[in-house]
């Protein structure tokens, strides 16, 4: 797998930098969604990124003036895109050639349609021979 190369922008790279400054976890990416702050954290770093309690997201939402969103960065595809849909449940998350299949645990009324399209969008981002992903309830 090629490894993937992310273009940050100078605001990008303050954010990151005060988040790692505080939770002294290191981050893979940051960005924007809606009004929540997305960070993608490295591998086994996701409990210290938290903090005791939650005392770092706390403050990191207070800096931000955010809502604060982590997700643990994992290289295998399949345990990536699980990772994406927490808390919601994930029953199968197969890479069939360059299709990602995903069956999650939803009931209809709830259905987390945002959390699809992000999980689209950062699946092929990270994962280049991602053409196609689907999500079945």
């Not at 090629?2 to 939770?23: G, M, W």
């Not at 990772?83 to 009324?109: C, D, H, Q, W």
């Amino acid at each position: 797998m090629a490894e993937v190369r992310i273009k940050l922008d100078t605001s990008t790279i303050q954010k990151i930098a005060l988040f790692e400054s505080i939770t002294r976890a290191n981050l893979k990416d940051c960005f924007e969604s809606d009004d929540d702050l997305v960070f993608i954290v490295s591998p086994g770093d996701f409990g210290k990124a938290i903090g005791k309690g939650g005392a770092n997201i706390r403050a990191l939402e207070k800096k931000f003036n955010k809502k604060i969103i982590l997700i643990e960065f994992n290289p295998d595809p399949e345990k990536f895109a699980t990772n994406l849909f927490k808390p919601i449940p994930v029953k199968s998350a197969e890479l069939e050639g360059n299709t990602m299949n995903l069956v999650i645990k939803s009931s209809l009324r709830a259905f987390p349609s945002k959390k699809v399209k992000k999980t689209k969008m950062l699946l092929k981002k990270y994962f280049p021979a991602i053409e196609e992903v689907i999500v079945k309830v």
